[in-house]
């Protein structure tokens, strides 16, 4: 990809697990990389270093993508820099545990806030801003299928994500812009891994026929594959990148 026709990808929650290694791949396969953090920007800043230091383009955006006008200013910024926006990758999100009836109200919407409304938020800006020809890509999970014990709020936010992905690439029609999402198995991040006793990660390491845990550059390479040519009659999907778990 020539420096004048670089495309522009902006990936939420992108400053370390999976939304690193999906900012990491894409600068790599060509992309200018916009790395959208909500909280401590020095773990996005010492990714674009990486990213630059590599030959790669990025550029940092704070936003919380559960405030409407945070999402605006972030395509706002994009544009300002690089002259519009042509790959949203939906990534940032939370995953606090709890069985229904122990959920209280404040995690209840924290999620909702964060993996729904985040979601749509990015999803609204980006049916409205993003350039003809583009992709979008969110990320659910693969707990939609499996519908463990204690999943049940997040899982349902994913399954809403999963929905608003189908409706929206029908929606776009005219306009060659696709809408696929990738449900990760579990995978070795630290959103994943922490507060897990050890016997909990052995075992659903053997879940899957493959008998390991997904990695970061797993998800990132089933990411790339929809943004890149091989991607292009992909349209509306969930990809189930899990090793086979379900």
Do not use: C
Request: net charge neutral; hydrophobic share 45%.
């Amino acid at each position: 990809m020539t420096q004048d026709r670089r495309k522009v990808a902006i990936v939420t929650g992108a400053s370390r697990g999976i939304g690193a290694a999906v900012a990491e791949r894409l600068a790599r396969d060509g992309f200018t990389v916009v790395i959208n953090y909500s909280g401590d920007a020095a773990p996005a800043e010492a990714l674009a270093r990486k990213i630059e230091d590599k030959g790669g383009h990025a550029l940092t955006a704070k936003a919380d993508v559960s405030d409407p006008q945070a999402v605006h200013g972030m395509f706002d910024a994009a544009e300002a820099a690089f002259g519009g926006v042509d790959l949203l990758v939906n990534n940032a999100g939370i995953m606090p545990l709890s069985s229904i009836a122990d959920t209280d109200d404040a995690t209840f919407e924290r999620q909702v806030n964060v993996n729904f409304k985040g979601t749509f938020n990015t999803l609204r800006e980006a049916a409205r801003r993003l350039r003809d020809g583009g992709r979008i890509i969110n990320v659910s999970s693969s707990v939609v299928g499996l519908l463990q014990p204690t999943y049940g709020v997040y899982a349902g936010t994913k399954a809403a994500v999963e929905a608003m992905t189908s409706i929206l690439a029908k929606e776009l029609r005219g306009r060659n812009i696709t809408v696929n999402a990738v449900a990760p198995g579990p995978t070795a991040t630290d959103l994943f891994l922490n507060g897990k006793p050890q016997e909990v990660v052995d075992r659903l390491t053997k879940l899957a026929p493959l008998e390991r845990l997904g990695q970061p550059a797993d998800i990132a390479a089933a990411v790339a594959f929809l943004a890149g040519p091989d991607g292009a009659w992909i349209n509306g999907q969930t990809l189930r990148a899990n090793g086979g778990i379900i």
